[in-house]
């Protein structure tokens, strides 16, 4: 489950001390954006002993690097690689022959039998016009992730009020490649900390455009997101109605038949099993994360 993917600032020991006791499903440390260049060495350090040191609630601890052609990306990727992060996230990531040096390095320098996944981040247009290749150049790579704001500067878009259809292509992009390749694709984060609703709308937008979670900047957006991600009470309702409904007509020996004057057929009985399979993996992965 990663619906929501909570940053937290490597150089922070209080922020990661708080990010500790939260339940995003994805707690990302920081070592790229978030991080002044006097802090990087310390940020590293600062998030390996977090790592260990720390009980954690989020169901998955990640890890941002810095870009591969930045002077700290070496000296990151051995260091979290060797740390036993499940998950190293790489910004700015454009070609497929960067996700096979970032993929040899992982397995050169992670422990033994023990390789973390890749996120990959596109947030230019080059990595836009790449993303197929990007995406099936490594097994293992796990999601991938649009930055709308790199994006938006890449693009020369400097309005930061920009409505969503500046993006839509690259979002749209992203998504279809993501499910095409098996990765799980975020959406770009929501920056307006005050603005609830505005979260929520655009949290479910995305969703039904097919992405399976959302980066958050506030622990204040973890429940917005994880609740819009998660099949809502309607759903629920929709799916269970559907699959009784066609268990009758199944006996009938129809294939298709009429439930509130829409037609239903094969395609809406896998829409309504994999939102009820949705709902039981939450349940359980609840359960085990209270356990």
Do not use: C
């Not at 890749?118 to 930055?147: D, H, N, P």
């Amino acid at each position: 489950m990663r619906r929501s993917i909570l940053f937290v600032p490597g150089n922070n020991e209080r922020m990661l001390e708080k990010a500790s006791t939260l339940k995003p499903d994805v707690v990302l440390l920081d070592l790229e954006d978030s991080v002044p260049e006097d802090d990087k060495t310390k940020a590293r350090k600062a998030v390996q002993d977090a790592l260990h040191g720390l009980t954690w609630k989020a169901r998955e601890v990640a890890v941002r690097i810095n870009g591969i052609n930045t002077q700290h990306f070496s000296d990151d990727i051995k260091a979290v690689a060797a740390s036993g992060f499940k998950l190293i996230a790489v910004p700015k990531v454009e070609t497929a022959p960067e996700v096979e040096i970032i993929e040899k390095m992982i397995r050169k320098f992670s422990r033994s039998g023990d390789v973390p996944g890749i996120l990959v981040m596109i947030e230019t247009a080059k990595g836009l016009i790449y993303v197929e290749e990007i995406l099936s150049s490594s097994s293992l790579l796990k999601a991938v992730e649009f930055g709308a704001e790199d994006f938006a500067l890449s693009m020369g878009i400097h309005n930061p009020s920009r409505p969503d259809v500046a993006t839509l292509y690259a979002r749209s992009r992203i998504v279809a490649a993501a499910h095409a390749f098996g990765v799980d694709p975020i959406d770009n984060v929501f920056v307006d900390l005050k603005d609830q609703e505005g979260l929520r709308r655009s949290a479910i937008d995305a969703k039904n455009m097919g992405f399976v979670g959302k980066l958050v900047i506030h622990p204040s957006q973890i429940d917005v997101v994880n609740e819009a991600f998660s099949p809502s009470r309607d759903e629920m309702i929709w799916a269970r109605r559907v699959i009784e409904a066609w268990n009758e007509n199944r006996k009938k020996g129809r294939g298709a038949f009429r439930l509130d004057d829409r037609m239903i057929d094969l395609v809406h009985i896998k829409m309504a099993q994999q939102i009820l399979e949705q709902a039981d993996d939450l349940d359980r992965a609840d359960h085990q994360n209270n356990s």
